[in-house]
């Protein structure tokens, strides 16, 4: 095992030769978004982005399925619309799904179990950042104030359409470019929300993030402060009350968004300062939206501290 269930990675990693080594990961889960190809689509990207977090390339995947038997609580053709989403996204990935396994489930419920392939000296783990690394994340935070507004009708059109266009976005592109920059430790940003996921990168140093430029999906900052926020928000936040060093100013609906429980969400990399503008320009060049939003730093170790 060069990954294992020691550390909060992203997937397991186990060597097979010098040449290769194995990346597997699951992640399924409930509804996000009413509309199932939707739904089926974004669920395999979530999935699919735990390879991609450990810099490696998927290669097949399974479906994993929940869902109603009785065909008055659901009818089949929702079950075909997510699993077709699920296919063309994991076509988009240059995969195909080889299988899976369905179970009666009152509530469907949908992911992807994912193989994929990484040089065994080249995979990103979380920790291995160190100070004075830029940290970059692509994809803007959001996800889940916004879908909590989408499934009590109160988020604007606009709103949805950028949350569900992110959500359902690979990262691909983006492991792509940082992989032929290099970077030093990557994660993906899922339910443990930004200052969550960050957190876990933190092996020797800490983290000074800028609240100024971390990306909000449009809409995200009103509706949170008309109160949709997702328990799992909460409880980020508390959960991470003792790491986290706000600066004064930045006021409780801040807060609770850095701490946002994120559906595929992007990636977080941490990259030495002489990489950082290649990576990115490299970003840029391949069209995937990207923020410098803070460094490392060598004190105090293992906290958060953020500034205006
Ligand atoms: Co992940
Ligand atoms: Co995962």
Redesign the pocket.
């Known amino acids: 095992m060069l990954v294992g269930p020691k550390t909060a990675d992203?997937a397991a990693i186990y060597r097979v030769s010098d040449e290769l080594a194995l990346i597997l990961?699951v992640?399924f889960f409930t509804p996000v978004v009413d509309d199932p190809y939707q739904f089926g689509a974004i669920a395999a990207a979530n999935s699919l982005s735990?390879v991609y977090a450990m810099g490696g390339r998927p290669v097949l995947a399974l479906n994993v399925v929940g869902f109603p038997r009785a065909s008055d609580v659901a009818p089949l053709s929702i079950l075909a619309e997510i699993l077709r989403g699920g296919a063309e996204k994991a076509r988009e990935a240059g995969i195909d799904i080889v299988g899976g396994h369905t179970v009666d489930d009152k509530e469907p419920k949908y992911g992807l179990c994912v193989t994929g392939f990484v040089h065994p000296k080249e995979y990103w783990a979380n920790v291995g950042g160190r100070a004075g690394d830029r940290l970059v994340l692509t994809k803007p935070i959001g996800t889940g104030i916004v879908t909590t507004a989408m499934k009590a009708g109160t988020a604007g059109e606009e709103a949805a359409r950028a949350a569900v266009e992110t959500m359902a976005t690979l990262n691909r592109a983006a492991a792509e470019v940082a992989r032929k920059v290099g970077v030093r430790a990557c994660t993906d940003i899922?339910g443990f929300g930004l200052l969550g996921h960050l957190r876990e990168m933190l092996s020797g140093v800490g983290a000074r993030i800028r609240l100024s430029a971390v990306p909000l999906l449009p809409g995200a900052r009103d509706l949170a402060a008309k109160g949709s926020i997702p328990g799992g928000t909460h409880r980020n936040k508390e959960s991470l009350d003792r790491v986290v060093d706000y600066h004064d100013a930045i006021d409780e609906i801040d807060r609770l968004l850095l701490c946002d429980a994120q559906t595929s969400g992007g990636l977080l990399f941490a990259v030495e300062p002489s990489r950082f503008e290649d990576l990115l320009s490299g970003l840029a060049e391949a069209g995937v939206s990207a923020a410098a939003i803070g460094e490392f730093i060598a004190e105090p170790e293992g906290k958060i501290e953020v500034v205006s």
């Open positions: 992203d990961t992640d735990d899922t």
